[in-house]
């Protein structure tokens, strides 16, 4: 069966750095676009970031652009995403997902399987 794991996550001060990992498992890997999206408390979840099955194009919401990068490794089976230049603002829980196919898209209901999730919280 699918399996999304997400690991990473924990307490980093306003400025720093967090990588999150998702490792990936029960389908073929490379044939998925895969995304990254966050909930905040009392917040609906929004969409963060997603990559193509080649990895070669990537989609960011504005407000992360320029500070979070997402990367996969189609060998190893794991989609990351590095996230610098962290704000109070960014503090949720992380999920990875998989996407439908092969295209990038924002919307949650076009991704099909989610993770546990990982919380990042950022102080001030």
């Known amino acids: 069966q699918v399996q999304l794991v997400e690991s990473g996550g924990g307490l980093v001060q306003a400025g720093g750095s967090l990588r999150l990992s998702c490792a990936a498992s029960?389908?073929?890997?490379?044939?998925?676009?895969m995304g990254w999206f966050r909930q905040a408390p009392g917040k609906e979840r929004e969409f963060v970031a997603a990559?193509?099955?080649?990895?070669?194009?990537?989609y960011y919401a504005d407000s992360v652009k320029g500070r979070f990068t997402i990367s996969r490794d189609n060998a190893k089976n794991t989609v990351d995403l590095q996230m610098n230049s962290l704000k109070p603002e960014d503090t949720a829980v992380y999920y990875c997902?998989?996407?439908?196919?092969?295209?990038?898209?924002?919307?949650?209901?076009?991704?099909?399987?989610w993770g546990q999730g990982t919380q990042v919280t950022v102080s001030s």
């Open positions: 997902a998989r996407g439908h196919g092969t295209y990038l898209t924002d919307l949650g209901y076009e991704y099909d399987y």
């Open positions: 029960g389908y073929t890997f490379s044939s998925y676009a």
């Open positions: 990559i193509s099955w080649h990895g070669g194009s990537t």
